[in-house]
């Protein structure tokens, strides 16, 4: 009985913004919108500044597409591409990446922010928009004349971004949370967040890096296993088109990042880093979502 209950929840169609309420919510996402666009604009710049600067390698953050080592330098005067270059590079393909969640997010907010599933979904693909891949406009927000509270404010509008990623894998495909050990993912976000931010030396920096790569399969596998659940034992045919895109897109985000950090090895791996994080891991997600919520009946996954 409680199954088929559950089963008839899943089946409904998301439930409406209330009218008062739905003019409230979208003047405050338009006016963040704006607030956020502007942003990004802006910190675009502050990000090639970023990352043009090399750092030494005994740095403890140094090795990494944000601070490039000098090693990486020498390697890339290998190859006659200099380190201006080697960021332009990096900038254009998160500013792509960046272009394509604006225009989705967009769209999305335009045809379904009448519904609170659909203005989640919009408020997911803006902030990565805004933020950028791995927040990397965040941190080039440091390299420009922002006021100190503009980059607060700003900071703070996109740090949610990973726990509307949870929640938008808990309430997909119809913005109902089901069943109810689904909530753990909120938890395990969570926890996701203090192991990355927590000044400790239970920061996820100070992990092995198998313990990191176990700490992030549980953290986001568990969403993808919500979503094969919920597949196999209560969605409709249409519900599962929907699924079938965004696992799909999530699987190719993960093959590509999984197959390179087995085959690609430093400092080559630090060389790619900022372009693969960004059309490797965040694009395919960005555009699964997309076509899993506007446009999942174009094509038919068998």
């Known amino acids: 009985m409680a199954n088929q209950i559950v089963l008839a929840e899943s089946q409904a169609t998301d439930s409406r913004v209330p009218g008062k309420l739905l003019l409230l919510v979208r003047r405050i996402w338009f006016v963040l919108v704006a607030f956020l666009f502007i942003t990004f604009l802006?910190?675009?710049?502050?990000?090639y500044q970023m990352l043009r600067l090399a750092c030494v390698e005994t740095d403890p953050e140094c090795g990494s597409w944000v601070n490039i080592?000098?090693?990486?330098?020498?390697?890339?005067?290998k190859y006659h591409i200099s380190l201006d270059g080697f960021a332009i590079i990096n900038v254009t393909a998160f500013v792509i990446v960046s272009l394509f969640c604006w225009v989705s997010g967009?769209?999305?907010l335009r045809t379904r922010s009448y519904t609170w599933h659909g203005l989640l979904a919009s408020y997911l693909l803006i902030s990565l928009a805004a933020g950028g891949s791995s927040f990397v406009f965040v941190m080039g927000q440091e390299f420009t004349q922002l006021p100190d509270i503009w980059k607060e404010l700003a900071g703070l509008a996109v740090l949610p971004m990973y726990l509307s990623f949870s929640l938008f894998f808990q309430t997909f495909p119809n913005g109902r949370i089901y069943p109810r050990w689904a909530h753990l993912?909120?938890?395990?976000?969570?926890a996701n967040y203090?192991?990355?931010m927590t000044p400790t030396s239970s920061n996820l920096e100070f992990w092995t890096p198998?313990?990191?790569?176990?700490?992030?399969?549980?953290?986001?596998g568990f969403h993808i296993f919500l979503q094969g659940y919920r597949y196999r034992y209560?969605?409709?045919s249409k519900q599962r088109q929907q699924t079938k895109w965004l696992i799909f897109g999530y699987a190719i985000a993960l093959t590509i990042t999984i197959t390179l950090a087995i085959f690609i090895n430093p400092p080559y791996g630090e060389l790619l880093e900022g372009v693969t994080t960004a059309f490797g891991f965040y694009f395919p997600?960005?555009?699964?979502m997309t076509i899993a919520i506007l446009r999942y009946n174009l094509w038919d996954i068998d």
């Open 210 to 220: 198998l313990l990191v790569y176990l700490w992030l399969a549980l953290v986001y």
């Open 69 to 77: 080592s000098t090693g990486v330098v020498d390697l890339l005067a």
């Open 42 to 47: 802006i910190s675009v710049p502050g990000t």
């Open 194 to 196: 203090w192991v990355w």
């Open 234 to 236: 209560y969605y409709s």
């Open 185 to 190: 993912g909120t938890l395990l976000i969570l």
């Open 106 to 108: 967009l769209i999305i």
């Open 285 to 288: 997600i960005a555009a699964g």
